[in-house]
């Protein structure tokens, strides 16, 4: 049975990198799960993620990945 990626679980997924130090891969989640909840919000029912709150995780993590180079 297939299922279509879920945002919420990559936004989850990217706290989880996060949280571990894997900044690139948490990154990458985000940015998974922002365009797949700008890909589903025109749809009715379930939970998206906050793309604005997206977008600033990615941003501010980004700035942390910079400054560690």
């Known amino acids: 049975m297939y299922t279509p990626p879920d945002p919420v679980l990559y936004s989850h997924l990217g706290d989880i990198q996060f949280s ?3 900044y690139p891969l948490a990154v990458k989640a985000w ?5 797949l909840t700008r890909a589903k ?3 009715v029912g379930g ?3 906050d ?5 600033e995780k990615i ?3 980004g700035k942390m990945i910079q ?3």
């Open 20 to 22: 571990l130090k894997n």
């Open 41 to 43: 919000k025109d749809e």
């Open 31 to 35: 940015k998974t799960s922002l365009s």
């Open 51 to 55: 793309a604005v709150e997206l977008e």
């Open 47 to 49: 939970e998206l993620p």
């Open 59 to 61: 941003r501010r993590t």
């Open 67 to 69: 400054q560690r180079l």
